[in-house]
């Protein structure tokens, strides 16, 4: 199975900060990389695919970025509203495989 | 509206049965895989099937030879029987949308499901 690896676990940041979130695979997924927020008590939201599409609905400030084991999740200015997880998820391979997931916390 | 929503969780002990149920509704059901994920309280989130449009089943190794999953598209409705239950199957189970390899576009609210003795 291939390993998903996400950094930070957590972090703090203010109102309007730029945030970046990282994930690791551990072998090649192309750009099979797709990314969910989830906040307290709801089920995950699809934010972005195929590593930088942006799924319908969600603000431009969310970009994805990245190709083969290497992807980024950017913020570019942190509303109160995307206090949440994020995970990111290959499709490459089955099984579908998740990162360990990033809480994003206000400072 | 696209709407999916679980049912059939509950508390079950070890090594009993349990069956989950997922009704869609808002969108032309055959046409779409759908997928099972779970999440244990607190913890990140697990794939646990999927299945093609074509009836076709996938499992992770966790759960393979013990979870069945299965679609009924008369009744635009996604099932998950699992067997063997234990402890480290408690969690909630979404019920999810699958769009090929771009993800999970819609999720259901999650039913939760307890092993214990």
């Known amino acids: 199975d291939i390993q998903m690896t996400q950094s930070p676990s957590s972090l703090s940041a203010s109102v309007g900060d730029r945030v970046t979130i990282t994930c690791r695979a551990s072998?090649?997924?192309?750009?099979?990389l797709n990314w969910f927020q989830q906040k307290p008590g709801k089920a995950p939201k699809l934010l972005i695919y195929?590593?930088?599409s942006l799924q319908s609905g969600v603000p431009s400030r969310f970009s994805g970025s990245g190709s083969g084991t290497d992807f980024t999740l950017t913020i570019s200015s942190l509303q109160p509203e995307d206090f949440a997880t994020y995970y990111c998820q290959q499709s490459y391979s089955t099984p579908p495989t998740f990162g360990q997931g990033t809480k994003v916390e206000i400072k | 509206e696209v709407q999916l929503v679980e049912s059939g969780g509950g508390l079950v002990q070890p090594g009993r049965s349990l069956r989950l149920s997922c009704a869609a509704s808002?969108?032309?059901?055959?046409?779409?895989?759908m997928h099972w994920v779970r999440q244990a309280i607190g913890k990140g989130l697990e794939w646990v099937s999927g299945i093609g449009t074509a009836g076709d089943p996938y499992y992770p190794g966790s759960v393979k030879g013990r979870f069945t999953i299965s679609r009924e598209n008369a009744k635009n409705s996604v099932y998950l029987q699992m067997n063997s239950l234990r402890p480290g199957d408690t969690a909630v189970y979404y019920c999810?949308?699958?769009?090929?390899?771009?993800?999970?576009?819609?999720w259901g609210q999650g039913t939760l499901v307890t092993v214990s003795s």
């Open positions: 808002g969108f032309t059901f055959s046409t779409y895989d």
């Open positions: 999810a949308r699958g769009v090929g390899r771009n993800g999970y576009d819609y």
């Open positions: 072998q090649s997924i192309s750009s099979y």
């Open positions: 195929a590593t930088s």
